[in-house]
T-cell receptor, first 113, second 112 residues
């Protein structure tokens, strides 16, 4: 009953460092998403993958890249971290079209100093 | 454009009813959702309503949808301290890719 698994749970980076946030789902969902959550701003979509082999930009893609490695895994990469990327990052997955809503991971809390 | 607005904070006494409100802009949204986020956790789907419905009830939860005013509400009856959390409204918008547009979240504080 794992659902959506995100690693790591916490991370501190120095400005300019790079890292990859990992996400995997075991529900055979086609669609996967990366959101960031900041106080008072709700969740903002960074990138999404409607199906294996496709990725598209969301509302706030600058400074990020993604890879849909296979149907299960969708990773988010910060090439050169900036303090503005300090946030909580959530991965989610859904059946095609997202009609019955998303299943979320527990989040990665990232601090860039 | 697509936008979802919520008030940021609501405080109620245990046993009272809570009503969390949400307004959205995209009238083509097919589904509207309520998610709950407990401290340190991800978002959990509470309930959703199809756009051709006016109301949906699920135990202590009642969702009301007014399409004319683009207004969605979540009523929690007999609110308990365990209901303290952040509640997010979300809509599907005009896209058929499954993207959801979330509101800012309403923090519900339940006082004993």
């Amino acid at each position: 009953n794992a659902g959506v698994t995100q690693t790591p749970k916490f991370q501190v980076l120095k400005t300019g460092q790079s890292m990859t946030l990992q996400c995997a789902q075991d529900m055979n969902h086609n669609s996967m998403y990366w959101y960031r959550q900041d106080p008072g701003m709700g969740l903002r979509l960074i990138y999404y993958s409607a199906s294996e082999g496709t990725t598209d930009k969301g509302e706030v893609p600058n400074g990020y890249n993604v890879s849909r490695l296979n149907k299960r895994e969708f990773s988010l990469r910060l090439e050169s971290a900036a303090p503005s990327q300090t946030s909580v990052y959530f991965c989610a997955s859904s059946e095609e079209g997202g009609r019955v809503g998303y299943t979320f991971g527990s989040g990665t809390r990232l601090t860039v100093v | 454009g697509e936008d979802v607005e919520q008030s940021l904070f609501l405080s109620v006494r245990e046993g009272d009813s809570s009503v969390i409100n949400c307004t959205y802009t995209d009238s083509s949204s097919t589904y509207l959702y309520w998610y709950k986020q407990e401290p340190g956790a991800g978002l959990q789907l509470l309930t959703y309503i199809f756009s051709n419905m006016d109301m949906k009830q699920d135990q202590r939860l009642t969702v009301l949808l007014n399409k004319k005013d683009k207004h969605l509400s979540l009523r929690i009856a007999d609110t308990q301290t365990g209901d303290s959390a952040i509640y997010f409204c979300a809509e599907t918008g005009s896209s058929n890719t499954g993207k959801l547009i979330f509101g800012q979240g309403t923090t519900l504080q339940v006082k004993p």
